[in-house]
């Protein structure tokens, strides 16, 4: 866009024009106390924005995190931002509105970021709403000069993306312990065998974090054991069914805007809960020490406990869309519509809902271990499978 004047640029132009007319009808006493200096003013203003050319930009992406997560984003601009470096590279500075687009699956800045372009990076904090590939980006400038008298806006297409994961709800431990042996979940529990310390990868749980070495550096280093006696893998298979509702195919559908706020098909919603619910008991499995495959209309993983099996479930969970998939040899069966999902094993369907529940009872202080096996059973609302 061309370099225009902002409005205070406008009120001190007409203010110079009225000084003008007036000191020429005055015999031009007032030229030299008035209509020069803002003169000068409008013209350095003007040369000042007109040179300034379009910056290099880049994000500092934030790490990939679950829906409800802030996170703060970074950007830099100058020479060191367009090599991927520090930004420490002396470049022209100028003051602008930083504004950024980000998807609607985000919650960004609601305002432009005022900062000096060029001198340091801009921050900005970003909420995760939705689940799937999400983009930060492009970058809106509003360039002013320092009197603030004339303005010039530039767009940098400069975008990152970070992907959301679904929310991850608690599942209670007796219907995790109906899906595999039960002295595989103590074994892997107790995992007896140390075999090394690592870095810390999102996913990991909180009890393998060594904190004794944790403090003595600057990250968190956590306790890797050996592969552990046998267990049981557990397949879980999950689609969607939606009854009359629109069809929307493609893998990633969830990324499309699809989600709250907004308009959303049944389909986009079924999938959501198909990925909430799939996601929340492969991780509940792998804390276990239980290694899972999982499948789903968007694809397939066979995850082991750690950093790595979590990551791949949680990547999956993000983008999958709505579809159906075979289920035949599957140990549970996910089946999602637009009311929630629930879990199928064998001839029983159980409600998530009611799982979530449990689970939440199950970790409350009234409840938790001291339940009988009669309260477990009135606790959950067993369905007739579809």
């Given at each position: 866009?061309?370099?225009?004047?902002?409005?205070?640029?406008?009120?001190?132009?007409?203010?110079?024009?009225?000084?003008?007319?007036?000191?020429?009808?005055?015999?031009?006493?007032?030229?030299?106390?008035?209509?020069?200096?803002?003169?000068?003013?409008?013209?350095?203003?003007?040369?000042?924005?007109?040179?300034?050319?379009?910056?290099?930009?880049?994000?500092?992406?934030?790490?990939?995190?679950?829906?409800?997560?802030?996170?703060?984003?970074?950007?830099?601009?100058?020479?060191?931002?367009?090599?991927?470096?520090?930004?420490?590279?002396?470049?022209?500075?100028?003051?602008?509105?930083?504004?950024?687009?980000?998807?609607?699956?985000?919650?960004?800045?609601?305002?432009?970021?005022?900062?000096?372009?060029?001198?340091?990076?801009?921050?900005?904090?970003?909420?995760?709403?939705?689940?799937?590939?999400?983009?930060?980006?492009?970058?809106?400038?509003?360039?002013?000069?320092?009197?603030?008298?004339?303005?010039?806006?530039?767009?940098?297409?400069?975008?990152?993306?970070?992907?959301?994961?679904?929310?991850?709800?608690?599942?209670?431990?007796?219907?995790?312990?109906?899906?595999?042996?039960?002295?595989?979940?103590?074994?892997?529990?107790?995992?007896?065998?140390?075999?090394?310390?690592?870095?810390?990868?999102?996913?990991?749980?909180?009890?393998?974090?060594?904190?004794?070495?944790?403090?003595?550096?600057?990250?968190?280093?956590?306790?890797?054991?050996?592969?552990?006696?046998?267990?049981?893998?557990?397949?879980?298979?999950?689609?969607?069914?939606?009854?009359?509702?629109?069809?929307?195919?493609?893998?990633?559908?969830?990324?499309?805007?699809?989600?709250?706020?907004?308009?959303?098909?049944?389909?986009?919603?079924?999938?959501?809960?198909?990925?909430?619910?799939?996601?929340s008991l492969a991780l509940a499995l792998l804390d276990d020490g239980v290694p899972v495959d999982v499948r789903l209309p968007g694809g397939r993983v066979s995850a082991s406990p750690g950093g790595r099996g979590r990551r791949e479930v949680l990547e999956l969970a993000a983008q999958t869309g709505p579809g159906?998939?075979?289920?035949?040899?599957?140990?549970?069966?996910?089946?999602?519509?637009?009311?929630?999902?629930?879990?199928?094993?064998?001839?029983?369907?159980?409600?998530?809902?009611?799982?979530?529940?449990?689970?939440?009872?199950?970790?409350?202080?009234?409840?938790?271990?001291?339940?009988?096996?009669?309260?477990?059973?009135?606790?959950?609302?067993?369905?007739?499978?579809?």
């Open positions: 866009m061309t370099t225009a004047l902002t409005r205070r640029g406008r009120v001190a132009g007409l203010v110079g024009l009225v000084a003008a007319a007036s000191a020429l009808a005055a015999g031009g006493r007032a030229l030299d106390a008035i209509v020069i200096p803002v003169a000068i003013a409008l013209a350095a203003g003007y040369v000042q924005v007109s040179r300034v050319d379009t910056p290099a930009a880049r994000h500092v992406t934030p790490p990939d995190g679950f829906v409800g997560e802030t996170r703060d984003v970074r950007l830099e601009f100058g020479s060191g931002a367009a090599r991927g470096g520090d930004g420490d590279d002396a470049s022209p500075s100028f003051l602008a509105d930083v504004g950024v687009r980000v998807d609607e699956g985000l919650d960004g800045p609601t305002t432009p970021i005022r900062g000096s372009v060029g001198t340091e990076p801009v921050s900005y904090r970003v909420t995760y709403r939705r689940r799937g590939e999400r983009t930060l980006g492009p970058v809106e400038l509003t360039v002013t000069d320092v009197f603030g008298l004339f303005e010039r806006e530039m767009v940098i297409d400069e975008t990152a993306a970070v992907t959301v994961y679904p929310p991850r709800d608690p599942v209670p431990t007796r219907f995790r312990r109906e899906l595999h042996a039960v002295d595989a979940v103590d074994v892997s529990r107790e995992r007896e065998e140390f075999d090394r310390l690592r870095e810390y990868t999102r996913g990991d749980a909180v009890r393998d974090v060594h904190w004794a070495t944790t403090a003595k550096r600057d990250e968190i280093v956590v306790k890797e054991f050996a592969a552990e006696t046998a267990r049981n893998r557990v397949t879980i298979a999950g689609g969607t069914d939606v009854s009359g509702g629109d069809e929307v195919g493609g893998f990633g559908t969830a990324g499309r805007g699809d989600g709250e706020g907004g308009d959303r098909s049944p389909s986009a919603v079924a999938a959501d809960e198909l990925a909430r619910a799939t996601s159906e998939v075979t289920t035949d040899d599957a140990d549970v069966t996910v089946i999602a519509d637009t009311s929630g999902a629930r879990f199928r094993t064998g001839d029983r369907a159980v409600e998530f809902a009611e799982l979530r529940r449990e689970a939440d009872e199950e970790r409350s202080p009234s409840g938790g271990s001291g339940r009988s096996r009669t309260g477990e059973a009135a606790g959950r609302r067993e369905v007739t499978p579809p």
